[in-house]
């Protein structure tokens, strides 16, 4: 069996299967397994592949597992984070989080910056790498999640890992910026999620009874951990733009940003000066 095949065999199952987004998936996962890029995938098409390395990856995928957690890593910003079962997958409106985050700590001579909910990590070690002169806390409660953590943050030397709950005081320097993508998900919501994201830990997506319960835990936060003018940037549910803006209770100048497909993405505010 060539690369091609492969493909085309994937293909073929996972559209018979009414899988979405076949010939993406089917690429991806052929070429993890051969370990080339997307991009490559012309060139080696005609390569062999030993079709017997399909077989369980293919399977995972027909029974709606996320294409994430079988290749183990993902691309965001610019690089790849590790993540798997008991970890959220990283999103791509997220990475316009980032980028105001960077944007922002450039600004100052050594920043201090946490990342609240960090989850794999992607938003604060991205911000970590992009301004060297920062030091950034990424808190996390779930030991599965601070796994892959741990593990993306192997080698940025101005990351810090911390095992805390959000919910409770955080012990760590006063910070000049405060970044989370929280969970933020009603609870009555999450059973109507699609099946993939079923299979992403609950924890990372259940924001309470209002979808709220961790946006206050952060504005707790502000109030105590965020410097005077210190800025605070949260991504929201696209319906939730008016709801998170009504429990920042100590913060001045909040405003709503939209991503780039026209939703509620971001709540950006500054802490009281």
Request: contains cysteine; aromatic residues 8%; charged residues 25%.
């Amino acid at each position: 069996m060539t690369l091609n095949e492969a493909y085309l065999y994937a293909l073929g199952c996972l559209n018979k299967n009414g899988i979405d987004e076949a010939e993406f998936k089917s690429l991806c996962l052929v070429c993890s397994l051969a370990k080339i890029s997307n991009s490559e995938f012309a060139l080696h098409k005609n390569d062999n592949f030993e079709d017997v390395k399909l077989t369980e990856p293919l399977l995972r995928l027909l029974g709606g597992e996320p294409l994430q957690y079988i290749i183990g890593e993902w691309d965001f910003y610019d690089s790849k984070f590790a993540v798997g079962e008991g970890v959220l997958i990283p999103r791509p409106e997220t990475e316009e989080l980032v980028e105001l985050a960077i944007a922002a700590a450039d600004k100052y001579k050594h920043p201090v910056i946490y990342d609240l909910c960090a989850g794999s990590g992607c938003i604060g070690i991205s911000v970590a790498k992009a301004v060297p002169q920062a030091t950034v806390y990424c808190v996390e409660k779930s030991r599965e999640a601070i796994a892959y953590l741990y593990n993306n943050a192997k080698g940025v030397g101005n990351v810090h890992v911390i095992l805390g709950d959000i919910t409770k005081p955080l012990e760590l320097p006063a910070a000049d910026i405060i970044i989370s993508n929280p969970p933020y998900i009603k609870t009555s919501d999450l059973a109507g999620l699609q099946s993939e994201v079923q299979f992403e830990p609950q924890m990372a997506l259940d924001g309470g009874d209002d979808g709220l319960v961790f946006y206050r835990a952060i504005n707790d936060i502000a109030k105590t951990n965020l410097k005077k003018g210190g800025l605070l940037l949260l991504e929201i549910g696209n319906d939730q733009g008016k709801s998170v803006l009504s429990v920042l209770t100590n913060l001045d100048s909040a405003e709503v940003i939209k991503d780039m497909y026209g939703n509620d993405r971001i709540v950006k505010a500054k802490n009281k000066e």
